[in-house]
Structure formats: C-alpha cells, structure tokens
C-alpha cells in the first residue's frame, strides 16, 4: 500500500467501479496468428495469443486451423484470466468481436464458431470485424492520428488506403501476393526460415552493394511476383547479403512512393504504417524519411499491435458496437475474401 | 522560373511558354536505384508524349531532353478532377481508347494527369507509362483510373460509366473491361 496525501475529503470512489464502462472482447485468427485482446474505451486490458508456426515451409491452412481450434480455449483463459488480475469480471464483457474476414477460410470459421459460443454464453452483442479496418483503427487508436494515408502491408494484403465519404477506399493495392508473402517466398526459396521478412531484414544490412531489379509501380499499385522471381534468379548468382539488400531496397521504395503518391493526390499530411511486414526497421525509415521531406507525419504503432492481433479485433468492434454494428448470429458467416471498402464506417 | 506543381516525384516549372518536368532525387531511396528510376522516367516520358500525339492525344510538344529533365509546351488548363463532368470523363475515355489502340499504357491514370483547356482534352504525365499490348496492362491502366474515381468522386458509378462509353472506340475494350472486373475480384490470398 502506498501513502496518499489527500488534501481534501474526496467521497471515496471504486475505480474499477468508475472505469467499469465496457470492455469488448476481440478474436483474431485470419491466419497464422490466434489472439485474444480484451479493450475499455481508454485502454488494453488484457492480451493473449498463439502463433502457429510451420514445421517447414509456408503457412498450410489446415494446419493453421488445426492450430486455431487446439489453441483457442488455453488462449481465451488465459486473456479472461489477465483481465480478472485487472479487477474485472466476465459480467463487464458486452461484446464479443471476432474477424470475419479477409483470411483464411478454415481458420476465420474455428475463430467465427468461439465467438458466436461467448456472445450465446454471456448473453453479448456479436460483432463481425473487418481485419484490415481493424489494423487501420488500432493503429489510429496507438498513435493518436486523424485522417491518414494508410499503408497497410501484410503477409497477405498489401494495399494504400485513406478514408472518404464514409469508406477506407483503396488507392492502390498489389496486383498479385502480398508483400509479405513475397518476401516470405523468397526467404524459403534461399533456405531461410520462416517467417522469412525478419531473417531478410538482417541479411540486408550486412550489405550495400544494389543489383537491379525490376521495379513495378502502375499509377498506386505495385506488384511483387515478378521481383520475386528476379531475385531467386540472382540468389543464383550473388551473395545473399547483396540479393537481400537489393530485395529489401526496390519493394519498399515502391511502397514508399505509393505511399507519397497517395499523400499527394489526396493532400493528406499523416501516414499510418500497419500490418506485419510494418515492424521492418528499413522501411519504417523510408517512409519516415519521405514524410519528413513532403512536411507530413509517420506513425506506426508499438509492434504488437502492426501485426495481426487481438487487441485491434477488439478496438475495432468496440468503436462498431456504438455505431450499432452488430450481427444475429445468423448473419455472422465468414468472408473470406471481404474487402475493406465494402464496410460502411459508421462510426467516424 | 516559377514552380507551378510539385507533385510526389518532379516538380514542374514554369518558364514562359514552356515547363521544365525535372525529376528531383528521393533521400528514401538509394543513390543507385533513385538514378535509374530518374534516368528511365524521364527517358520514356518523352518517347511516350510523342507516340501519344502520333495517336491521336493531345500531348504537351516536347522542346529539350536531358537526363532528368523534360523541356515542353506550357498548357494552361485545369485538371479534370477540378472540372468533371460526364462529358469531359466521356471524352477521356475517348482518349484514352486512342492510346490503347497504339499498345500505349499511360500508367498513371488519375484525374489530376487530365488536364482541360477549352474543348481540348490533355493528357499528362506518362512518367509511369509503358508501351505493351498486353490486355493485363490496359486492365490496370483502367482499374488505376476507376479507383481514382472512387477514391475522390461520389457519383463514381455514373462517371465509370461514361468514361467506358468513350472507351468503346477502342475494338478491344469488351477483353479490357473484363479483365478489370477481373483484377477488381483476385482473390489474394494466394
């Protein structure tokens, strides 16, 4: 117990009481990570996950399902069970926010089906998130920005983004994998381990010697596969180092001028970096730089709220839940491919 | 010389009858890779203006080439994002119908690389075009134009629709059109 000095009677107040608003409960299993956060209006209660990681090669779907519906209970207990640390209880819990999609289609039903049992058990709203707009949110929510530019690059989505008249419209998007599947391919293709975006991060900066390759931006849309190819073709041939370098250098120069264009076109003057292959240090810099230069800010949020996580599942559903957007259990089948332009933002 | 625009990756200034597109070096990128994106733009920019009007689109005439720097006509228009109509977007498609005939993809088509003057209809800025009769790059080149409208237009719906009317000029448009919606439905996760 610590002394408190109190200057003036204060009428004595329960703060778990006070704080006692709502907390929403979110699920996140699109793909290879399971996570449960647990949010108040004001802040992270609780946070759990599991990652399912291959024993070689790529993710396999069913494996990460398998993994999903193994893990979900451990995991659940173990966010529900950090909550109650914090004072709170499961009565404090009104509602229950799962992706619905994009994703994986095995994993996004294991993750659908846990939700719809706590939402029937407590008696709570259901509520189906949009992955991408959750990274978008939560990332809004960590660093405190209005209206940006969003680059959201992930393992499977690659896309720019920027609110309008009610929607996240897409600017420009890959036209083929997703960055981090890219660089995913690339690392397996050279006997890296997955996943392979950190192990090429390290790579790259043992080197500074550039080999050219393709470079693919159309208008603010960018491809990776023919890169993808390009470099294992000079993984042949150069030293690994160098090849990583070179990798790492082309594609986020072409996502930082996507970036820029978009920020341009729209006249906006934040960027918001989310998604998994976010968290890389190199990129983060480009994009930093490039902000600096044009008079705009960079923000991107603690790193485990850029990957996949719970917490923006959560957040998410949180802010939808005061808009009204629920779903009947009915209603509540998954998406797997939902695109993050299809959801009415009713909550901005 | 007065700078009339800055846009993400020259800046454009005004000298008299002329502007000068110089292509400014990016810090976020390395000195290797910022030349070679610099020296090819700038390079195929020029070729691509002059192919255009060949084919038939109002281009800016180019007076001087060098290395990062294009010399041309001043046009002193308004972008069509500022003035769209059905009509202007109609004619656009018109256009760009033009380029697609001659395998021309501009590669950057947004509603600010329009620019209006009277009647006449430019376009602008082929610093991301190429040359390939690839249905695919015509594909993108649409889909790039059609999210700019949905990105900045209400009434996006109706504008893609006019645009397409003019757009039919083109014999191969119905391939195009498909592939578009094509592009609009891949399924990433792949």
Redesign the interface.
């Known amino acids: 117990m610590r002394d408190i000095k109190i200057d003036s009677p204060v009428e004595s107040v329960d703060i778990r009481n006070s704080s006692r608003s709502e907390l929403i409960l979110g699920i996140e299993g699109t793909a290879w990570n399971l996570s449960v956060g647990i949010v108040s209006e004001e802040e992270v209660i609780s946070f759990a996950e599991s990652a399912y990681l291959p024993k070689s090669g790529g993710i396999h779907p069913r494996e990460a399902a398998q993994h999903h519906a193994e893990k979900i209970v451990d995991v659940l207990r173990e966010a529900l069970k950090k909550m109650k640390e914090k004072g709170f209880s499961e009565e404090d819990i009104r509602g229950v926010a799962f992706s619905i999609g994009?994703?994986?289609g095995q994993s996004l039903r294991i993750v659908a089906t846990a939700a719809r049992s706590l939402a029937l058990k407590w008696r709570v709203s259901l509520i189906g998130v949009n992955h991408c707009i959750a990274h978008i949110e939560v990332g809004r929510w960590m660093c405190g920005t209005e209206d940006p530019i969003v680059l959201y690059l992930s393992g499977?989505?690659s896309q720019v983004l920027?609110y309008?008249?009610g929607r996240y419209?897409?600017?420009?998007?890959?036209?083929?994998?997703?960055l981090g599947?890219a660089l995913d391919k690339f690392a397996r293709s050279v006997g890296l381990k997955h996943p392979g975006g950190p192990e090429i991060e390290r790579l790259a900066q043992k080197s500074s010697r550039?080999i050219?390759l393709p470079?693919t931006?159309?208008?603010?849309?960018f491809a990776f596969s023919g890169i993808l190819s390009a470099a294992k073709k000079l993984a042949e041939k150069y030293p690994l180092e160098d090849v990583c370098y070179s990798l790492q250098?082309?594609v986020f120069?072409m996502c930082?001028?996507v970036a820029?264009?978009a920020?341009?076109?729209?006249q906006k003057d934040e960027l918001l970096l989310v998604g998994g292959v976010g968290m890389n240090k190199r990129l983060q810099?480009?994009?930093k730089?490039?902000c600096e230069?044009r008079g705009a800010r960079f923000y991107t949020p603690p790193p485990e709220y850029t990957k996949d996580n719970g917490v923006m599942i959560a957040y998410t559903g949180l802010l939808m839940m005061r808009s009204g957007c629920t779903i009947p259990i009915e209603k509540s089948r998954v998406n797997?491919?939902f695109r993050p332009?299809e959801v009415e933002v009713k909550w901005k | 010389m007065e700078v009339i625009s800055h846009c993400a990756e020259a800046i454009i200034l005004r000298d008299g009858d002329n502007v000068v597109k110089r292509r400014l070096p990016k810090r976020y990128r390395i000195r290797e890779l910022d030349e070679m994106i610099r020296r090819q733009r700038t390079k195929s920019e020029a070729k691509l203006i002059v192919e255009a009007r060949k084919a038939g689109v109002p281009t800016p005439v180019i007076k001087d080439l060098s290395d990062f720097e294009i010399v041309m006509e001043y046009i002193d228009g308004r972008p069509l994002k500022e003035v769209m109509s059905e009509e202007l977007v109609r004619k656009a498609g018109e256009l760009v119908a033009k380029l697609h005939e001659r395998n021309i993809i501009h590669g950057d088509l947004t509603t600010t690389n329009i620019l209006v003057r009277g009647d006449r209809i430019y376009l602008i800025d082929f610093g991301l075009g190429y040359f390939d009769e690839d249905v695919e790059s015509k594909a993108v080149d649409l889909h790039v134009f059609f999210q700019t409208l949905e990105s900045t237009e209400i009434k996006a719906e109706e504008l893609k629709k006019s645009f397409l009317e003019g757009y039919k000029r083109y014999k191969g448009w119905k391939a195009v059109v498909e592939r578009e919606k094509e592009i609009r439905k891949r399924v990433r996760y792949a």
Do not use: Q, S, W
Not at chain 1, 169 to 178: A, K, M, S, V
Not at chain 1, 263 to 266: E, M, P, S
């Open positions: 994009p994703g994986l499977a989505n920027g309008m008249a419209r897409i600017f420009g998007e890959t036209l083929d994998i997703g599947n550039y050219e470079y931006v159309k208008g603010m849309d250098e082309t120069a930082t001028e820029e264009r920020l341009a076109h729209t810099k480009m994009l730089d490039m230069d797997p491919d332009d």
